[in-house]
């Protein structure tokens, strides 16, 4: 068994990301709403509306991440290094 410092590389709990997976899938689930909007026709304001929530959703799913890693870093007994370079650039990444 491998194991990595805690950090942007370090795999993240998959019990605490239950939150983020549901929530991705409400995404893809209005992903396909907003493509049946796009065939019906429907007004650019209502596909432009839908689009920005769906955009909402994927961000804060990507916030959500890098918190969960964050607490994680911080709450590991072994280790309180953190990249802080790496970890602004992925925060920065969702700006």
Do not use: Y
């Not at 893809?28 to 929530?53: H, P, W």
């Not at 590991?76 to 290094?81: A, H, L, N, V």
């Amino acid at each position: 068994m491998t194991t990595r410092a805690p950090g942007p590389g370090a795999p993240l709990d998959a019990d605490e990301m239950q939150a983020v997976v549901a929530r991705l899938n409400r995404a893809r689930g209005q992903l396909g709403g907003i493509v049946k909007m796009i065939e019906e026709g429907r007004a650019c304001r209502d596909i432009v509306t839908q689009l920005s929530a769906v955009s909402t959703a994927v961000d804060r799913a990507g916030f959500a991440v890098i918190a969960l890693g964050l607490r994680q870093c911080l709450l590991d007994p072994t280790s309180r290094q953190v990249d802080v370079d790496a970890m602004e650039k992925l925060f920065l990444s969702l700006a």
